[in-house]
């Protein structure tokens, strides 16, 4: 009785687990399209109207136009930076691509938005990881340390890597980064960027950790298996 309850209690944990995974990317679907659709559309409209009052300014030689320049700036600043956090919820991006090629396009992304390095290198010996899932899990997680790296750890060196386990079906994902994270602060940490992390990690039947290396680079690594959910 005793081992069956056992049984039963791990079986309702992760499926109370993966349901909270699904109300949690349901919701940040939800709030990407209203920044998108709302705030979004708002900051374009500012920065249009002030580029507008901008040039008038310049033409009639008003020297408030370097003012209104800095605003424009700020407006476009604040664009960029909203369609980088929905291009981070928006999952619908990554339906239909294996995980190297999400990959892929997210360190593209991010060079685009920040400036920096960031490369993707794919190393797998087995097939391309397609399972929807797994593919989503993975994806989310690299994005998650990705910008914990640059907004925390101010990195702007980062490699992507998805490898081969220690064991014959087993994949890792590998961020790491040349930021100044402290692997003791990630481990002791309960916020809810991490928390994601490492519940996508268990419903990946993984684990995630974090390690600091002698050229003080920084790396979170995510074993998982089985690859491909097989």
């Known amino acids: 009785m005793g081992e069956t309850g056992s049984v039963f209690s791990g079986v309702c944990c992760h499926e109370v687990e993966r349901q909270m995974l699904e109300l949690w990317d349901t ?65 619908s991006e990554i339906q239909d691509q294996d995980a190297a090629t999400a990959l892929c396009h997210l360190c593209q992304r991010i060079e685009q938005c920040y400036q920096i390095r960031c490369v993707f290198s794919n190393r797998l010996t087995a097939p391309p990881i397609t399972d929807p899932d797994m593919v989503k899990h993975l994806y989310l997680i690299a994005a998650e340390s990705i910008h914990n790296a640059i907004r925390h750890g101010e990195a702007d060196q980062i490699e992507v890597r998805l490898c081969q386990g220690t064991g014959s079906n087993q994949g890792e994902l590998v961020i790491q980064n040349n930021g100044n994270c402290v692997p003791d602060d990630f481990e002791k940490s309960s916020g809810i960027g991490l928390c994601g992390m490492r519940l996508r990690a268990q419903a990946l039947n993984g684990c995630l950790n974090i390690e600091q290396y002698s050229d003080h680079t920084v790396a979170v690594r995510c074993l998982f298996s089985p690859i491909n959910g097989a």
Do not use: C, Y
Request: aromatic content about 0%; glycine content about 10%.
């Open 27 to 91: 919701e940040k679907r939800r709030i990407g399209h209203d920044l998108h659709d709302g705030v979004g559309q708002q900051m374009t409209g500012i920065g249009l109207l002030s580029k507008a009052l901008e040039h008038r300014l310049r033409e009639s030689g008003n020297p408030e136009a370097e003012e209104v320049h800095k605003i424009v700036e700020l407006a476009d600043e604040v664009v960029n930076r909203i369609r980088e956090v929905v291009a981070g919820m928006a999952i």
